[in-house]
């Protein structure tokens, strides 16, 4: 059961930020996961506000209309069963299931002043996670990505704060890095070029050019630190052997050095390069307008839902907001700005 009351039990889940308050050094509330499901401890809520965002699926499943949806939801609130005969006692269960379960394993900011946000841990020796960002170019992986290293950057005090290794071959020229780049990051920012170019700017081989420039940074800065792996396959071809080795073997150890391991990438089926990221990460982050199909394969094929509900779960998270993020640890669950679902 999701909740905003924390317990010996309880697990934390994501935060709740006040949109009015620029780089907040904490959550304003955190929602956690209970297994305590007392009924003096259990959410309560109008039916049609709990239902709202999946009115038109319960309509459509149980072939209703909105008067007739109202009606049940009416007979929800007051407690009401119908009777046998009762033209509505199909649909009455199976709403009733969906809010009964809806009602405790999902959260719905609506249009309040808050938000759902995920951010990097502000303590230094608390593990931050691996995390992938998949979607096509434009969908908003690199946005995403530099802005939840500025709020990480803006809220830390600087004897905390980790080193931010990004290898990309267009580190250098991506404008969406341009507010990391700035002087007053620049003691934690340390940019790595895997183009082409740079290995003809360096006049190096692969190899030196690994060791020197890529390896040799990852050893003296890695422990501890946020290294990103912003689109590696599209790096100079010589180097992405060496690269994908390497990411695959960060991925496995990153728990135990402390180090966080963030990767953008185009599709979750990229073979050797994404498969290790899938049993590892601790979020997956989607782009759901610019990707459903996708989305909602991986869901079907990954997290086992069926068609028809993936289908309906990705359209109400890409009519909310541009992401979805995907808690792969326990507790299992799916939210973005303004949505909170618990599989």
């Known amino acids: 059961m999701l909740t905003l009351e924390k317990d010996d039990t309880s697990h934390p889940v994501i935060g709740i930020y006040h949109n009015d308050v620029r780089n907040p050094k904490r959550a304003h509330q955190t929602v956690h996961f209970t297994h305590n499901i007392e009924e003096d401890r259990r959410n309560t809520a109008e039916a049609s506000g709990v239902l709202e965002l999946h009115r038109e699926f319960l309509k459509k499943r149980n072939q209703v209309n909105d008067e007739h949806f109202d009606e049940v939801c009416k007979m929800l609130d007051d407690e009401i069963e119908p009777g046998l005969d009762h033209p509505l006692r199909s649909a009455y269960w199976n709403i009733r299931d ?62 905390d704060r980790r080193p931010v290794i990004y290898l990309s071959p267009e580190v250098e020229i991506d404008k969406t890095l341009e507010p990391l780049r700035d002087k007053k990051w620049s003691m934690w920012w340390h940019p790595i070029d895997t183009s082409a ?3 003809k700017k360096k006049g190096m081989d692969s190899i030196t050019y690994f060791e020197n420039e890529i390896e040799g940074k990852l050893d003296t800065f890695g422990e501890g630190a946020l290294v ?67 989305t909602i394969r991986f869901l079907v094929d990954h997290l086992q839902l069926g068609t028809p509900e993936a289908k309906a779960l990705v359209r109400r998270f890409a009519q909310i907001d541009r992401y979805m993020t995907i808690s792969m640890f326990s507790p299992v669950s799916i939210f973005n700005s303004k949505y909170l679902h618990l599989l």
């Open 98 to 159: 969906a809010y009964e379960r809806f009602l405790q394993r999902e959260m719905w900011l609506g249009d309040t002043n808050t938000r759902f946000e995920l951010n990097l841990p502000r303590k230094k020796d608390e593990w931050p996670g691996s995390h992938t960002l998949i979607g096509n170019s434009g969908a908003g992986k690199t946005h995403h990505l530099v802005q939840m290293l500025l709020r990480y950057l803006r809220s830390v005090p600087v004897h």
């Open 197 to 199: 170019e740079a290995l």
């Open 228 to 294: 990103c792996w912003d689109d590696f396959p599209d790096s100079a071809p010589a180097l992405v052997p060496l690269l994908e080795a390497k990411y695959n073997s960060s991925l496995r150890v990153a728990r135990h050095r402390n180090q966080g391991v963030i990767s953008l990438q185009h599709t979750y089926a990229g073979g050797r390069k994404t498969s290790q990221a899938l049993q590892s990460n601790k979020y997956i982050t989607f782009f759901p307008r610019s990707q459903q199909a996708r």
